[in-house]
């Protein structure tokens, strides 16, 4: 799918063929002049996506196909190096873009192997390449930069980005924190595959996401080289360091496990961790084909970072998970990882889902039903926090992991499976899942996808439980 807002590469050759009968003349000259006379003077790349939670989150007027980052990391002194080579494409003609990198110390910055002007402008690496870039053509960028990296600090008060550990450093960025150690086109509208190549001292892991390609000692350091093929958002991408364990297997689906466990952590993650590939097999039936080639965890010991990450393919704990966790975590590699969101306002569609997923795996493993969940969080008093704000609307990005999304969104699918019944509910989530897999979905597709399968008009419904203020009236 092409997010919204990213206008297609458009090729003189297109247009011509395209716009023959339709353009005039002089139109149709002017677009075969550009395609081979001088540079068009071309605008500046807009400083965010256009995201009104995190305005600055993104950038305008390219797509990144792919980030090639070599990193290299001292635990002790805490000292970040580091080298991003951006592939991309200009979605415009592009005089100017930004980056979005905060802190850290830019050395240099090319595009296409030429120098490029640059400079710092809060979160934004403002960069001016030589020359203008065509709209459709693609461009390398390569940033090298230092530094010691630093989390930002979320609206809700979490600490997001690159969190120093005892060992090493827990990396998450959710929803903006990739900033906080590469340069990016960091909004979830822009997907890309990964390289990443990570040097850390002799003893210490790096686990990123996608496969392990090689892994190298020498003179007391140690390198790892990982890459995603698969579209992913700069917010799942992740490098932890630490002191861990590692495991690896293949399931018998032919999926490549990872596990990499502080071993403070161990004996209580081990139990869990065992589940890993019942519970993928569980998803997969009920969502659709597992999106990626390879999953896992890493379970680190950062007992001051209160959260979990579905970093894409192998997601991230702060300490050894519940099973509802790893639940939870790995249903969002269906919903949000693969089918991601164009707009953080829509949360509900990771949140709501992937906690729906916990409720239906009680439901199905000998525990609660989904219906007693749903009744017993319908019990609470209308002036319960869970009825604050309708999690299709949550008003600003400090609400974006608040109760009302995680709690009231799988009420939501609740009321859905209910009105339509079981049957139609997993065919419009298998639908959701394949529809936009690798891609995006946004709320109104996806209501729009339940009303199409279960030929029931839903806008009541979805009314009530995703935009209306308050208790709903009725369950
Ligand atoms: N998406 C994570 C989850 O599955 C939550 C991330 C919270 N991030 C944050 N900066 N507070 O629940
Ligand atoms: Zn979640």
Redesign the pocket.
Known sequence: MTPLGRQPARRPTAVLRRGAVLATVPAALAALLGATGPTPAGTAGASGAGDPYFPLSGNGGYHVRHYGLTLRYDTSSRHLDGRAVLSACATQNLSRFDLDLKGLKVTGVTVDGTPAAFRRAGQELVVTPRRTLRAGRDFRVTVTYDGTPKPVT?P?G???GWIPTDDGAFV?G??Q?AMTWFPANSHPRDKSSYDITVTVPQGRTAVAGGVLLGQRTEHGRTTFHWRETEPTAAYLATVTIGKFKVEQYTTHDGIHVYNAVDPREASAAAPVLKKLPSVLAWESKLFGPYPFRSAGSIVDHAPDV?????TQTR?LYDSAPDLS?LV??NA?QWF?DSVSLTAWKDIWL??GF?TYAEWLYAEQHGGDSAQKTFDALYARPANDHLWAFPPGDPGSGRN??DTPV?ARGAMTLHALRKAVGDRDFFRILRAWTAGHRGGHGTTAQFTGLAERISGKRLDGLFHTWLFTKGKPNSA
């Open positions: 979320d809700d979490s600490a997001d998450a959710e929803p924190g209160g959260y979990a990450l579905e997601p966790t939870h975590e969002h949000g990771n949140e992937a974006i992991f995680y």
